[in-house]
């Protein structure tokens, strides 16, 4: 297999806080190749976002990196100085956030802050960085984008908007993109306009794509592999088909269980009591065990480690030899 | 239970209503300006009826008039025109005045968004007895605390979880207060504005389970709004689709979903993502919902539609009944689709 464009490895990131420090992301690790899109699904609270701010190195404080590598193309990116990490986000990694309102400065023409993203990222400059502008509106799929380009964001339609985000992530060709609910702001007609251009952009420029969602039907609609995420780890991850249609984890089944959907004429939806931990009291063992209906004698009191079974890995003692564990 | 009239009316009949908002600019802005006054039709003459112990649901894009529709059911917000009468009595005519403040006690409403429908200084148990003091339902002190537990652990909370603020909830279990405090003044008709729309999917399945138990506990009549097509057909019986402040096609829950007569109706269907691999999208959908402020002329759909013609560019289409469902569209009134 070829090197993977994004690679994480057991990446670690911590709250420090007066009591101790809170543990938000623990031993998160996955490769995303060149040309894959690589869904990172979970609910609120399972650390899907904090990962992302922690790969563009943009972690708030106290949040920081307490372990783990995270390699891009071969470079290892998670001891940069700040300087040196700002070379990379918007050129090598490119950001698509949820709301399109947010990430644009309304105060700017977008045209203007397409070109500024250029000059800083490309050699182009002046005429010559207006023409790719022009030309990244209209590939993604932005109509008369040679007349649009001059107007500002409030000028146009959330979805329209959202386009124009994605011109500003591809500004500079990056390597990977990470795009967090890119969609969730959206109405669904819109939604699968959007999705479909990521689609081909991935499939084009050969940019890999990381899609953080909590939308298991985007993550159908896009995905090649799929990361299950609960309270700060990756409990499961596999083809985007395996996952989906045969979760192995008893948390990605009880997901997949719940979600309504148009073709099936359940009476009731599979339900997982309770709710997501708290970051200040996350079980111990597997952190899911409390809400699990399959939990049985080492769950409480081991982590189970990620471990291959069939095509997919998954971190679940069901499927692990539990005298290993025990002996661990 | 009364004995049955002899012609079948509906729980809540919904005739002809509309609202229409002004939206101009300041009058100074106007005079200065020669600017005209503007108006934004947020919902145009929407009829629906709701037997009991029924679901409606009513779908649509947002700006699509959904929460008009619900606010103006419950009365929070006047129509322009039409009715809304519940159980025979009109919710808009003075006459009714006295029969309304009655029939007000039987309707209770759920909103979105539980970090804000809950008062953040008040206790969960003050929260959920404020209907029950409001209409005086309970006249002692113990028994509103009796009530009150009962509530909590009908929606799956504890008795002691009444003590405590709202921020100490999560999203799910607030939307849970929201339920039980709509509940506590034994309503007939709950109308729910997007009710899971702020929660995660494994909390939303626990709230619309818990919805659908008490609807078979207390007989309970539901109006659901939603922009999740997936949560409309899982929990009504029967489903208004609307765009642009218009009911484009109404039909039970099945029907619609598996013969969808629309064709927006159709296009929104298809636009949903689904949770099958195998089945992902081909073409793209084309197009957005256009500026209600200036809607187009004739079907408010004809510039998306791939069967429009001069027609549906000139003409509005009224919402024709057929059997138990009833579509707007030219196309299907002359069987061109």
Not at chain 2, 18 to 39: A, G, I
């Amino acid at each position: 297999m070829t090197q993977p464009v994004l690679s994480v490895r057991q990446l670690r990131v911590e709250f420090s806080l007066r009591r101790g420090a809170l543990v938000a992301v623990n031993g998160v690790s996955f490769e995303i190749a060149r040309g894959e899109v690589l869904g990172l699904v979970g609910e609120s609270g399972a650390g899907k976002s904090l990962t992302a701010s922690a790969i563009i190195g943009l972690l708030e404080p106290p949040g920081r990196i307490a372990g783990g590598e995270i390699w891009l193309n071969g470079q290892r990116i998670d001891r940069l100085a700040p300087e040196a990490m700002r070379a990379i986000r918007g050129k090598r990694i490119g950001m698509i956030f949820q709301d399109p309102l947010t990430s644009l400065n309304p105060l700017y023409p977008v045209g203007r802050q397409l070109v500024e993203t250029i000059e800083t990222h490309t050699h182009l400059r002046g005429a010559d960085a207006r023409r790719r502008a022009i030309a990244l509106l209209a590939e993604t799929g932005l109509p008369a984008a040679q007349e649009r380009i001059d107007h500002y964001p409030h000028q146009f339609s959330g979805g329209m908007r959202q386009r124009v985000v994605v011109a500003l992530a591809l500004a500079a060709d990056p390597d990977v993109i990470i795009a967090d609910e890119p969609t969730t702001a959206l109405d669904v007609s819109v939604q699968a306009q959007i999705i479909a251009l990521l689609k081909r952009l991935c499939r084009d420029r050969g940019t890999a794509i990381m899609l953080i969602t909590h939308d298991m039907g985007v993550i159908a609609e896009a995905a090649d592999r799929v990361a299950v995420m609960y309270a700060g780890r990756v409990v499961e991850i596999g083809g985007v088909r395996d996952v989906i249609k045969q979760p192995l984890h008893p948390y990605s089944a009880g997901l997949m269980g719940s979600i309504p959907t148009l073709d099936s004429d359940l009476e009731r939806l599979v339900q997982i009591s309770g709710s997501m931990p708290r970051l200040t009291s996350i079980p111990s063992g597997c952190p899911f065990h409390p809400r699990c209906p399959r939990a049985f004698e080492p769950c409480s009191s081991a982590r189970p480690q990620l471990a291959r079974r069939d095509q997919s890995l998954v971190a679940c003692w069901l499927y692990e030899d539990v005298s290993a564990g025990a002996a661990r | 239970m009364t004995g049955s009239p002899l012609v079948q009316v509906p729980f809540v009949q919904v005739s002809n209503i509309s609202r229409v908002f002004d939206v101009s600019r300041p009058w100074l802005e106007r005079l200065t300006q020669r600017l005209p006054r503007q108006f934004l039709v947020a919902a145009a003459n929407i009829s629906f009826s709701i037997d009991r112990r029924e679901t409606f649901g009513l779908v649509g894009e947002s700006g699509s008039g959904k929460s008009t529709i619900a606010r103006m059911v419950v009365g929070l917000i006047a129509p322009s025109g039409g009715d809304v009468v519940i159980d025979g009595t009109s919710m808009t005519d003075r006459a009714h005045l006295a029969r309304r403040q009655k029939v007000r006690q039987r309707i209770q409403m759920v909103f979105q968004d539980p970090y804000s429908s809950l008062n953040p200084r008040w206790r969960a148990f003050d929260i959920i007895a404020e209907p029950i003091r409001a209409f005086r339902l309970c006249d002692s002190t113990t028994a509103i605390t009796a009530r009150v537990g009962e509530l909590l652990h009908l929606v799956g909370l504890d008795q002691a979880d009444g003590r405590k603020f709202p921020h100490e909830f999560s999203g799910g279990q607030r939307q849970r207060i929201a339920i039980a405090r709509a509940l506590s003044s034994q309503p007939e008709f709950i109308v729910c504005d997007e009710p899971t729309s702020a929660l995660d999917v494994s909390v939303q399945a626990q709230v619309l389970n818990l919805m659908r138990d008490l609807q078979d506990r207390f007989g309970l009549t539901y109006l659901l709004i939603s922009h999740n097509l997936a949560v409309v057909r899982h929990m009504a019986s029967r489903v208004g689709v609307m765009y642009l402040g218009r009911i484009v096609e109404i039909a039970p829950s099945k029907e619609l979903f598996r013969n969808p007569r629309h064709p927006y109706t159709r296009m929104l269907l298809e636009a949903v993502p689904r949770l099958d691999p195998d089945r992902r999208h081909r073409e793209p959908i084309e197009g957005e919902i256009p500026n209600p402020l200036d809607p187009p002329k004739g079907c408010s759909f004809h510039p998306r539609c791939p069967h429009a013609n001069e027609r549906c560019r000139l003409e509005e289409p009224r919402l024709a009944k057929a059997d138990l469902s009833a579509v707007s569209c030219h196309a299907v009134e002359e069987r061109r689709i």
